[in-house]
């Protein structure tokens, strides 16, 4: 799975194509066609995209929920039925859609925010004012490390 880390700004081309972070290119699969998905974040304000894998498991995990409940009905929604297959094309650039590009309030540049197997796409503005928030949220909170896998 991909390790999606750091934050970087890019600005979109005059064909509406923008570069995804060659860090964040070099997390994805080379073999095949380069394809991520992109959906509106269920928390608002940003977008979030992540690799075949990761939106993979995000729909298996619907099944944990009781078939046709208002859990199951909500997540898939808002999660599974928004999402956009985008083609990263070989120089690592994306179009999104403008539905989403909408959704985000995003206009001439996009600021890409690495969550571990998943990345945020954000208006600079908007992400900067979300970011000094987070800051202030997790003053004093700690974080319990999980065991390295095979451990206990």
């Known amino acids: 799975m991909a390790l999606f880390a750091g934050t970087y700004e890019n600005r979109f081309d005059r064909k509406g194509r923008v570069s995804l972070p060659a860090d964040f290119r070099a997390e994805l699969p080379i073999e095949g066609n380069r394809i991520g998905y992109v959906y509106p974040s269920p928390r608002g304000g940003a977008l979030e995209a ?4 990761f939106m993979q498991r995000m729909a298996d995990s619907l099944e944990q929920f009781d078939m046709f409940s208002d859990e199951e009905d909500d997540l898939a929604s808002i999660i599974v039925s928004e999402a956009r297959r985008v083609a990263i094309d070989g120089d690592g650039r994306v179009v999104l859609p403008p539905e989403l590009i909408d959704f985000a309030g995003i206009d001439e540049t996009v600021t890409f925010v690495g969550r571990g197997a ?17 800051r202030e949220r997790a003053k004093g909170r700690t974080m319990k ?8």
Do not use: K, M, S, V
Request: overall charge negative.
């Open 50 to 53: 992540c690799d075949r894998a």
């Open 118 to 134: 998943r990345f945020q796409i954000w208006d600079p503005a908007a992400f900067t004012e979300n970011a000094a928030q987070a």
């Open 145 to 152: 490390l999980l065991p390295p896998e095979g451990r206990e």
